[in-house]
């Protein structure tokens, strides 16, 4: 939540509702578990995400706006070309 309202600049304070039925107790975002037992690594960070994510949201299409890039984005990720362009 914290990377999102850093990488998009949108204000972003989560609302916090009791569980559902089948809602887990917690949920934990950490690839420390997947990189010890799967031998998998870490390529790209929360904010590259973030910034790929709202890059690629439908909302990002019907109004031509400055792409989001992330401060820690990686040389191989680019910036899509709009569609509105």
Known sequence: MTSFG????QP????????????PARI????????R?????LR???DDMVASAWNA??????????????????PSLRQAPSLTE
């Open 12 to 23: 972003f304070e989560p609302t916090v509702n009791p569980r559902r039925p089948g809602d």
């Open 6 to 9: 850093a990488v998009t600049g």
């Open 57 to 74: 949201a439908p909302h990002r299409r019907s109004r031509r706006s400055q792409p989001v890039v992330s401060q820690t984005a990686k």
């Open 37 to 41: 037992d799967l031998d998998w690594k």
């Open 28 to 35: 934990v975002a950490a690839g420390d578990l997947a990189a």
């Open 44 to 46: 790209h960070s929360i």
